[in-house]
């Protein structure tokens, strides 16, 4: 007989998005001639920088011709690609980074689920709380928690994002083994500072624990005293593994090309004490299970990083980033405390009210979409997400609309 993972059932069904769908849907249905605008996309919405396509069709070009032809690339992805990761997004930062510890990608999702894969059972678990959800899921799958209980798994230690303390969270009293961090964050837009992020990295190297840093949103930090990488605060590269996408900095969502950098000195450790390079072992997991980002993708990654493509990276970033201050000053405006939307294309904001009954006034009385809070955890009841993903008429159009309804 064929057993099942029965830690699959214990798997809290999401039904936030399609719950907003089907809101939305009704909504639409009622009223055909309102031009329904959202605000809830965790995608990006505009096209790839030029300098990437036009590495993208060169690289396609490449492969029509057997002179030219790449089949199976590096296991790690492709030197040009890596040394130039290395080189512009952490050493000009004064970050020790070297190309053999970055690994090439599809993704940051993946990267951040199946990270885990390398560690045993029982671990002691802390994540975020709102949290993404991929960093929960993916450990209840392996079996590291216990039931679904009130919006919470047994057995994980969640991290309190509140607006005390500013939604970066700070170490807590018990030990634990692993650590998901997220900054700038998803849902709540808050970014750590260094000394924030240093209290963590301290606590890491105490407890012989590891923080997985998910820095996806790193190309929205504008403020220039904020850490850009976890690898800027010292002795990090012990106790810090960090993920990257290509993602939300260049539009490549469905393009699909991240990394993960995972220092030499990073350890775990046996039964017996002894310890075991994380880099040896995420090679050793990467290569098994992984067979390469394609060439063109990696040359359309690469180019990211070419004079042109960093003008167009940085003015595609700031377009989401003028959105996102639009839309913190009207809700500030309003009377709203908001955090986010400054160093993030995300804005945190504080209803005052149960988080679905505020995302169905927004949509019945003004025909926008936001994200209930509620979705991402038990801290974000009573807050909603709105994003800056998309275009800069339909943000003014929205807001506009929101003004009128909630002047009210
Ligand atoms: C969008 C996002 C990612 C990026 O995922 P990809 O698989 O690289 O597209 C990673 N982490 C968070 C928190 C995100 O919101």
Redesign the pocket.
Known sequence: MLRVNENYQKLAASYLFSDIAQRVAAFQKQNPHTKVIKLGI??VTRALPAACIQAFHHAVDEMASDHTFKGYGPDQGYDFLREKIARHDFQALGAEVSADEVFV????????GNFQEIFSRDLRIAVPDPV?P?YVDTNVMAGRTGNYVDGRYEGLVYLESTQENGYVPQPPSEPVDLIYL?FP??PTGACATADRLKQWVDYARKEKALILF?A??EAFIRDRSLPRTIYQIDGAREVAVE?R????TAG??GT???YTVVPKECMGFDAAGGGHSLHTLWYRRHCTKFNGVSYPVQRAAEAIYSDAGREQVRELVAYYLHNASLIRDKMTLLGYDCAGGDNSPYIWIKTGTDSWEFFDRLLNEAGVVCTPGSGFGRCGRGYIRISAFNNVDAVTEALERIAGVLRK
């Open positions: 965790g995608d990608s599809d993704g940051a999702k993946c990267d951040t993404y991929v997220c964050n998803n998910d996806a949103y993920f996408s290509f993602s939300k490549f969502t699909r090309c991240a």
